[in-house]
């Protein structure tokens, strides 16, 4: 069963569509059946299982994912090959590129920009205008 669909609403970006999605059923505590949330470029970007969430004004396109319980939202962005899952957050106007991966219960929020090879675990947090990329962990 279907947890999300995309919307005819969509965003032009670098000649990339991105549609804003609507929740088909209640998803955790974050999304109401038929609320609208943040944009995506196809369904691969967002699982289908589980509580996994975009939302606010947050975007995920080119092959990155967001899986399991996951959240992206404000104005956050997840792109390239990057992966967010577990219980992860990205939020505010983070951004996680390249192929990077949030997972577990990390937090990269506010300006903070996280991409290359990098990963950010556990109960890891990346705040305010910090980096982290290449091959760090």
């Known amino acids: 069963m279907k947890k999300y669909e995309l919307t005819d609403n969509f965003k032009m970006y670098l000649g990339r569509k991105l549609f804003q999605i609507r929740a088909l059923v209640?998803?955790?505590d974050?999304?109401?059946?038929?609320e609208t949330g943040g944009y995506i470029e196809k369904e691969k970007n967002l699982d289908q299982c589980g509580?996994?969430?975009v939302?606010?004004?947050a975007w995920v396109y080119g092959d990155a994912r967001v899986c399991d319980d996951a959240r992206v939202y404000g104005n956050a962005t997840v792109f390239g090959n990057a992966r967010v899952y577990g219980n992860a957050r990205v939020a505010g106007n983070a951004r996680v590129a390249g192929n990077a991966t949030v997972?577990?219960?990390a937090r990269v929020s506010s300006n903070a920009r996280v991409y290359g090879n990098a990963a950010v675990a556990s109960n890891a947090r990346v705040a305010g205008n910090a980096t982290v990329f290449d091959n760090a962990t």
């Not at 974050?30 to 038929?34: D, F, H, I, S, T």
């Open 26 to 28: 209640d998803i955790g």
């Open 30 to 34: 974050v999304a109401k059946a038929g």
């Open 51 to 53: 509580d996994a969430w």
């Open 55 to 57: 939302y606010g004004d």
């Open 103 to 105: 997972f577990g219960d």
